[in-house]
């Protein structure tokens, strides 16, 4: 497990104060956004914290839309041919 996608269902090590230990990933990057799948609060974490904090991927999210968010990667690419012409 290398790479999470937006999506995944994540189950935390740390319970949340509502109870709940399980989150869906909604943003990824250099913060990650995470939605607690119990009470529906969400926050933003550091991306090393968070995959600290992962215990388990518990379903996978989607490769497509995860791509479509990720301008670091795709929008570099895709745009360097246009910035050389
Ligand atoms: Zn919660």
Known sequence: MSEFLIG???QMRK???CGGDTWEVQRIGMDFRIKC???QHSLLLPRRKFEK???Q???R???E???KQRPFFDYHNSTKK???S
Do not use: F, M, W
């Open 8 to 10: 995944d269902i994540v």
């Open 37 to 39: 799948q119990t009470c």
């Open 15 to 17: 319970k949340h104060p």
């Open 65 to 67: 839309l995860t791509a």
């Open 61 to 63: 999210g989607d490769p």
């Open 53 to 55: 904090s992962v215990r």
């Open 82 to 84: 246009q910035e050389n």
């Open 57 to 59: 991927i518990i379903s």
